[in-house]
């Protein structure tokens, strides 16, 4: 007979649950029992486990609700499953079908890029071509004007 006989009470000493307090439910063989407590309902390795000295009555392999009822009569926390309420996934909804009708073809939508692209282009050249002759227009009344004033300092 083991010491981690049903219904002794131990301290998981390593895990994600060390630390905490746990009942021995069932003895599944020489090294492995399963526990019940503090700590999730699992089939642990005895050493992962620290006997202590109280024994408590539960019945083999005794559910959580019995091992709750005991734990909370000595005064023992006891860990419960938080399960999240599952929620129903989305449906993907398909989109409607465009209509034909209304729809161009490729060749004219690109038809018409190039249009707009062409027109683009003249409109830059035409502001291009207006700035150019302003500017010549004011190179010339500075160059008549510097001509103007190079006669009046010879003189």
């Known amino acids: ?3 981690y006989e049903i219904g002794r009470i131990c301290v998981k000493i390593a895990g994600r649950d060390a630390g905490r307090k746990c009942v021995v439910v ?20 005895i050493r992962h486990l620290e006997p ?8 083999d392999k005794a559910s959580h609700a ?3 009822a005991a734990f909370e009569k000595l005064g023992l926390a006891v860990w419960d499953k938080k399960s999240k309420k599952q929620t129903e996934r ?31 282009k003249e409109v830059k050249k035409e502001t291009a071509a207006e700035v150019s002759v302003e500017e010549k227009q004011e190179v010339e009344e500075l160059s008549a004007g510097e001509t103007v004033e190079a006669e009046t300092k010879e003189e």
Request: proline residues 2%; glycine residues 2%.
């Open 66 to 68: 019995e091992v709750k």
């Open 26 to 45: 069932e003895n599944v063989d020489d090294i492995f029992v399963m526990i019940d407590g503090d700590v999730r309902r699992k089939k642990v390795n």
């Open 90 to 120: 989305p449906k993907q909804i398909r989109k409607a079908k465009k209509k034909v009708v209304e729809e161009k073809s490729k060749k004219e939508q690109k038809a018409e890029k190039k249009e707009a692209k062409a027109e683009q």
């Open 52 to 59: 202590l000295a109280e024994v408590i009555k539960i019945a």
């Open 1 to 3: 007979m083991s010491i």
